[in-house]
């Protein structure tokens, strides 16, 4: 519990209501603002549909959605049961990462450490999403 | 009561502004939806094999349309006439029908000036039978239920809780960024849920008809469509900012948990939503995910036959999916949401190093 600390100095804070409440509002509206933009958009171009689902015709290129991209095209290269169950236990880690990760921190070093692997993560992800986009 | 003073103050300025420009953008859209939908129908009415069938939509339109058979002269009808009824059912949806629109208009108009009439003889009849300053409504209904409820104490409290300074960064606005795009898809999913039949004959020409013929159709299905995908990309880069700062330490552990499954939830959205057109791109996705979910050892065919309700993806896998899309997966997404919140209310924004 120690690490909740109330603060206590006004200088560095601002009320929630109104100072951080509009704030948020103006986020809100930038929101909104975008999203009547993209339905505009979609008056001219609608998202539209392919032709009708037929159990009997495999398209050529079967894809599932882009966010599941990078694990099917992981999936094509190593063994499907050897990689799912890999997959599974990499989400239980991360889900129960802070029980793992207990260590206190006083310096920017294991932040730093943890910015470059996202960095790296991210990068072979959106390259593995693009190869299995092709 | 100072808190509700500033609301009108200088700041709310450029929320004022922002608003006038929202309204401007949505008179826009209102004036030009009906020219851009006709333009864009005149252009794609051809009929090439990329377009999408619009037959399909125009048949039902004319189905409905038709005389019943049975209306025949001179024979009784086997079933009881239907009543009276203007002969267009879909005028309402496509705004032909100009004239359905003018009562509401007047009533408007024409109740507010009423309403603003009955207000100040009110007002002047009050003060002057009581000989005391008139009291802003506001301020009446605030004391009104606060004499009940005893709402502004801790109301008060709730609302000048110190916000640090620090969380004003644009990062600390992903995860909000992700709950108002939750919102955003609760209300253009309930818009579409209006329209759209689960049924593998009808789920491709309901979307067809949503895109065509209702008024805003293609319009909300964009929106739904894009708000998907960002709530996703949102969902995933609150989760980094998070990783990289090392905020999900203790005491917030549960916090991380909790919005890990949100993250899941939302994945499940985006699958199960996925199906719904019933096309051949959502059928075969669907198709491969699931088959993935099956590949899992030992427990792979109780996950792949729940999830396609048997072996193949069919109509139930449809209905499966479509009641999962909007009542399951929601309730416990908010359920979710509501904890997270609260974890979040209870510890305060985290101090980064």
């Known amino acids: 519990m120690s690490d909740i600390k109330p603060v206590k100095d006004e200088g560095d804070t601002i009320p929630f209501y109104p100072d951080h409440v509009i704030t948020e509002a103006k986020v809100v509206l930038g929101i909104v603002i975008l999203a009547i933009i993209i339905g505009i958009i979609g008056s001219f171009a609608p998202v539209g549909v392919d032709e009708p689902a037929n159990p009997l015709l495999t398209p050529a290129h079967v894809k599932p959605e882009w966010y599941f991209l990078a694990l099917y095209q992981l999936l094509k290269y190593v063994p499907q049961t050897a990689g799912v169950v890999s997959i599974v236990l990499a989400v239980v880690i991360a889900a129960l990462w802070p029980f793992i990760d207990r260590k206190k921190e006083t310096t920017t070093k294991a932040r730093n450490i943890r910015f470059v692997i996202t960095v790296i993560g991210v990068i072979v992800v959106i390259g593995m999403t693009i190869w299995g986009g092709m | 009561m100072t808190h509700y003073k500033n609301i009108f103050s200088k700041r709310s300025r450029t929320v004022i502004l922002f608003a006038a420009i929202l309204i401007g953008v949505l008179l826009l859209?209102?004036?030009?939806?009906?020219?851009?939908?006709?333009?864009?129908?005149?252009?794609?009415s051809s009929t090439t094999s990329s377009d999408p069938n619009w037959s399909v939509v125009e048949n039902s339109v004319a189905v409905l349309n038709t005389e019943p058979e049975n209306s025949v002269k001179g024979e009784r009808p086997a079933t009881v006439p239907a009543p009276e009824q203007s002969p267009c059912l879909?005028?309402?949806?496509?705004?032909?029908?100009?004239?359905?629109?003018?009562?509401?208009?007047?009533?408007?108009?024409?109740?507010?000036?009423?309403?603003?009439?009955?207000?100040?003889?009110v007002k002047t009849g009050t003060v002057i039978v009581t000989r005391s300053p008139w009291k802003p409504l506001t301020n009446r209904?605030?004391?009104?239920?606060?004499?009940?409820?005893q709402l502004s104490e801790p109301m008060a409290k709730i609302l000048s809780k110190p916000v640090p300074k620090f969380a004003l960064h644009w990062w600390y606005c992903l995860g909000g960024i992700t709950s108002f795009l939750f919102v955003v898809?609760?209300?253009?999913?309930?818009?579409?849920?209006?329209?759209?039949?689960?049924?593998p004959e009808a789920a491709l020409a309901s979307i067809q008809y949503i895109e065509t013929q209702v008024r805003f159709g293609s319009a909300i299905r964009a929106i739904h469509h894009w708000a998907a995908n960002g709530m996703i990309v949102m969902c995933i880069a609150h989760m980094l900012r998070v990783f990289i700062m090392g905020v999900y330490k203790a005491p917030r552990e549960m916090n991380w948990v909790s919005g890990f499954v949100l993250l899941i939830l939302t994945l499940v959205f985006g699958f199960t939503g996925y199906l719904l057109p019933w096309d051949q791109t959502a059928y075969w996705a669907s198709t491969v995910g699931t088959s993935i979910g099956g590949a899992i050892p030992i427990i792979g065919d109780l996950v792949l036959v729940f999830l396609r309700v048997g072996w193949d993806v069919t109509g139930e896998t449809l209905s499966r999916f479509f009641a999962l899309h909007v009542m399951v997966v929601p309730i416990i997404t908010v359920v979710f949401m509501v904890a997270h919140f609260f974890m979040i209310r209870r510890q305060g924004i985290a101090k980064p190093l």
């Open chain 2, 141 to 149: 209904g605030v004391e009104w239920v606060d004499e009940r409820y």
């Open chain 2, 185 to 199: 898809q609760a209300i253009t999913g309930i818009m579409l849920a209006f329209y759209y039949k689960p049924t």
């Open chain 2, 29 to 44: 859209a209102v004036a030009t939806h009906q020219v851009m939908a006709n333009s864009y129908l005149d252009e794609n």
């Open chain 2, 90 to 121: 879909s005028c309402h949806i496509t705004g032909s029908n100009a004239g359905l629109w003018t009562p509401l208009a007047r009533w408007v108009l024409f109740g507010t000036m009423g309403l603003i009439f009955v207000f100040g003889i």
